[in-house]
């Protein structure tokens, strides 16, 4: 954590320019009464608090990037903008075509909805309740990330003459969460070598992760002029405008202590407490047109004030949690066993990693850098009560089963990266570990965000899949004990991955896994009961569509 400073500044930059130009949107969020303390990872159970949602979800995703997770915030990003191109789509009436990448889509879908910006149509906007979806005849699509990197499809022009191209933005954020492509060498400079050296992939990645977030936001921006315009305030509507997209804002992130895991010894210790809450008051402040600096903040300053409000909403909703189990648990309460809990979590990581250093540019090792960078992300994420951890967790099992098909069955493994259409069942069936699949079919659930996902029933999944999956409180646990499996899992793989290049290695591996795991055999008596109770879920049904509205309708003329 302490290397997240060599993070450079070319890579810092285009970040800190995206969350400059959201400006005006905290302003409009507030005035068309958009809840001030919602939780940032919520859905949100209005209209302008899911915009709310949105707009927080570009600083969770840039505090990744300023940490030098670029898979985890790929993840957080992808979702994003599943969700936002449906909307696009749903507004300029763009319509799915039978057969069509969710590139093509997207592509086409971003294009009509803003040939014209800022006004662009926005006719058909959804209003009132967390409303989701396209007209489209196909939805499925977004599951099909069969890799196409050369498709590049219309572009979008962002800024003065700066054109981005959402197809290739797709295509890419889909590479770098399956571990593979032209920019998996990020992944290897955070899993491998700490932060340190910068692979010449960076800064382009950065951008174009960036150009994701600054395409969010502008659609987010046009649902806000959209809902001021129905309450009947257009200067709220004019202003969303005001600020050009891309302005720099400097290149020197947030402090270093604002990123940190939200835990009591890190990024919940009193000295970042309290830096948090002097720049929320702050940042209130200038909410209310008011000068606590004395003067105007410069562009820097104010896009650090924007990110540290979010991080203190995020901590003090830690604190709320921390106190509720306290609460619950009452002389049970051990918030020392969530530091144990991390041990496993950073050591799993940390073998995943030291595995990449010594696989080196190899498919074996682009799998063990994007398994310990996803679980870290996902540790981060989880502690932030945010559904997005089972997000890039997914990623961590679709590539430990890599790496387990390379340790067993190589020559399958190399058909299988010679192959286009190679899905995470793919690579879990090859792996030997069909019983996996209700936890797959779960984590999946998470790591989009459409109008067919079925949030409900993969929480239900989840839930049964642990020991004490009937009790009343193990829907607080579930996200818990699926992190606290892939983690054991790919500690795991990492030990058998080890011993094909030396069986010291292996040993050493296993030695740490005892310690973690506190008696011998600990591990695989453990990762045998996960198979064992995941195979009894393999018919679970995920039920019902978690989204409403539009969404609604299109699914009823499908006939579902």
Known sequence: MVNMRLVPAGAIEPVMSALLSFGFVDLALRRLGATRDRHPASYGDSWVDHLGWGADSAFIAARLLFSGQYVGAAAVLRSQFERWTENA???????HEKGESAASFAARAWSACHRGYPSALRVQQEAGGVHYGSDIADLDFWEDERSSEAFQGSGVTIGEGYVVY???????????????????????????NLLENEPSALREVSQWLTDVLVLNLRQIRLC??????????????RGLFSLPERTYAGDVGPALSSLFPLLPQTGLDSDSVDLMREAEYAYEQVMQGRRPAGRLYRDDEITHLY???????????????????????????????????????????????????????????????????????????????????????????????????????????AKLEESSAATPKDWINAAGWRRLQSLNRALGEFAHFHAKIRLEGARDILQKMQRNGEHEDAQYTARGHALDAVAALLMAESIRSAAVLSPVMAKAFEQIAEEVFQDEGGLQRSLEDLLQRSLLLKNAPLGEYSLRGPADRTRRSEGD
């Not at 806000?224 to 509507?237: F, N, R, S, V, W």
């Not at 809990?341 to 030291?354: C, F, K, L, N, P």
């Open 89 to 95: 789509a749903y507004n300029a009436g763009v319509q």
């Open 307 to 413: 990110f540290y409000e979010r991080r203190a909403r995020a901590g003090r909703w830690a604190m709320k949690a921390f106190e509720s189990e306290k609460e619950k648990l009452a002389d049970k309460f051990d918030l020392d066993g969530l530091s144990g809990r991390s041990t496993m979590y950073i050591m799993s990581a940390e073998m995943a990693g030291v595995l990449s250093i010594w696989f080196g540019a190899t498919a074996q090792g682009d799998a063990a850098a994007t398994c310990s960078s996803s679980l870290r992300s996902a540790y981060w994420l989880w502690l932030e009560d945010d559904d997005r951890a089972m997000s890039a967790l997914r990623v961590v099992l679709e590539q430990c089963a890599r790496l387990r098909v390379w340790s067993i069955k190589p020559e399958k493994a």
């Open 224 to 237: 806000l002029a959209t809902l001021a315009e129905e309450q009947k305030k257009p200067k709220i509507a």
């Open 166 to 192: 959402p197809a290739a933005m797709m295509n890419s954020m889909s590479e770098l969460l399956h571990g593979r492509g032209a920019f998996v060498d990020v992944t290897h400079w955070e899993a491998s």
